[in-house]
């Protein structure tokens, strides 16, 4: 088996679209999460709570042929990707167009724009705005199939759409891939843009947060006042690669990916079953060949959901006890549902590598139902540690995760 490492990460969050900006925002507590005055359209929606990426826009300088079959989500991956594949110092390199790099990415769904038009066409009988990227635009895949396109990629290609577990899953089979000798690199990731449509989803099930006048205190993962979880939007992309490739060339190594563990509850479509939830975390713990004890810190999922949080937080309570200090950043970002699960791993493996661990914003008095465990509140957290866990549950009971090493 090879050894997988991280060579190139990059996020585009609500709070900053680089480490810098996205580090200081967290430091400083900054919350992405606004008044949605664009929803007040619709008034049976409950929630006007979301974080959106107010200033994002596609490099400029590309032509209106490469971007045609790209809407904001299929934008978002692309860009991302971009910024990772630079940040692996991999620009221009022959490894990118020799069929030994693929790309593994996820999200919930493609643009709504063009699914807008096809729902026309049904409920008007009007095809005026369908042409021939529209279904490019709409279709699950086409973050994925973006990023191969516009990087010229003739390796194999997974598009992960398994909801909040998208982008761990794009991470995880990008790891497989490499760690079975398929592949020496693999460009992967999440991705998601905001719709309220995804804010219904969860409003429906009772499950979104209503604090409309106070966006700043919401959500709050794991506090006993909670009120439901907050949608967001962004994208997060790593670049993958062997190790002794990477070595050759004289990479910069961020971390070497040593375990990753998925599997199914296999019992509800939403409600989540804390038992199997642990066995994904012990699953990676298997692959990596370690003990509960050597992992350092745990960047939780934390939708701020009550039957999310309590199943979660009592799963790795009961395999890791309270000796591990664990947050979650959906308090700063809300829930960017496919893309979580990257820009949570990129987090988690920065701020191992710089010592310090940003709390969970919002929690101040921990939910009694939810499991005993060293929850970072407050300041960020100065620690030394060599391992991290990165974990994400999804709809359908898929549950994910993920662990990163200090090379």
């Known amino acids: 088996m090879k050894r997988v490492v991280v060579t190139g990460m990059s996020g585009i969050t609500s709070i900053g679209d680089s480490w810098d900006s996205f580090a200081a925002a967290l430091r400083a507590g900054k919350s992405g999460i606004r008044y949605m005055q664009e929803w007040d359209k619709y008034p049976e929606l409950n929630t006007r709570l979301g974080g959106p990426v107010d200033d994002f826009q596609f490099p400029p300088q590309y032509s209106r042929k490469r971007t ?63 042409n021939a990227t529209t279904y490019i635009r709409m279709m699950a895949q086409t973050g994925v199939v973006n990023v191969a396109l516009f990087l010229g990629l003739k390796g194999r290609v997974y598009s992960t759409n398994t909801a909040c577990t998208s982008g761990s899953q794009g991470i995880g089979y990008a790891y497989e891939a490499i760690k079975v000798g398929q592949q020496k690199v693999m460009i992967c990731g999440g991705c998601e843009e905001l719709c309220p449509t995804e804010a219904a989803v969860f409003d429906t099930l009772y499950a979104t947060s209503t604090k409309n006048d106070t966006p700043n205190l919401s959500p709050a993962p794991f506090d006993r006042n909670r009120d439901g979880l907050v949608i967001g939007e962004g994208a997060g992309a790593f670049v993958l690669e062997e190790y002794e490739f990477a070595k050759a060339r004289g990479a910069h190594i961020y971390a070497e990916l040593v375990g990753y563990g998925t599997n199914c509850d296999g019992g509800h479509v939403t409600q989540p079953d804390q038992d199997t939830m642990g066995i994904a975390m012990e699953l990676a713990l298997r692959d990596a060949q370690l003990l509960p004890s050597a992992i350092g810190y745990i960047s939780a999922h934390g939708t701020a959901t009550d039957r999310g949080d309590i199943a979660e937080s009592q799963a790795t309570a009961k395999l890791f006890g309270n000796r591990v200090p664990l947050s979650s950043l959906k308090g700063n970002l809300g829930h960017t549902l496919g893309a979580c699960g990257a820009l949570e791993a990129w987090a988690a493996i920065m701020m191992m590598n710089e010592g310090w661990f940003a709390p969970t914003l919002n929690l101040h008095e921990v939910d009694p139902q939810c499991g005993d465990l060293d929850y970072i509140v407050g300041d960020c957290r100065a620690l030394q540690v060599d391992c991290v866990m990165s974990n994400n549950f999804a709809f359908g009971g898929i549950n994910t995760s993920l662990i990163f090493k200090r090379v």
């Open 68 to 130: 045609r079959t790209m809407g904001r989500v299929a934008q978002l991956c692309v860009s991302a990707a971009l910024k990772a594949v630079s940040d692996a110092g991999l620009d221009d390199d022959p490894v990118l167009k020799s069929g030994d790099t693929g790309c593994s990415f996820g999200s919930c769904t493609g643009s709504s724009d063009a699914g807008v038009d096809f729902s026309k066409m049904l409920v008007s009988q009007d095809m005026s705005k369908i």
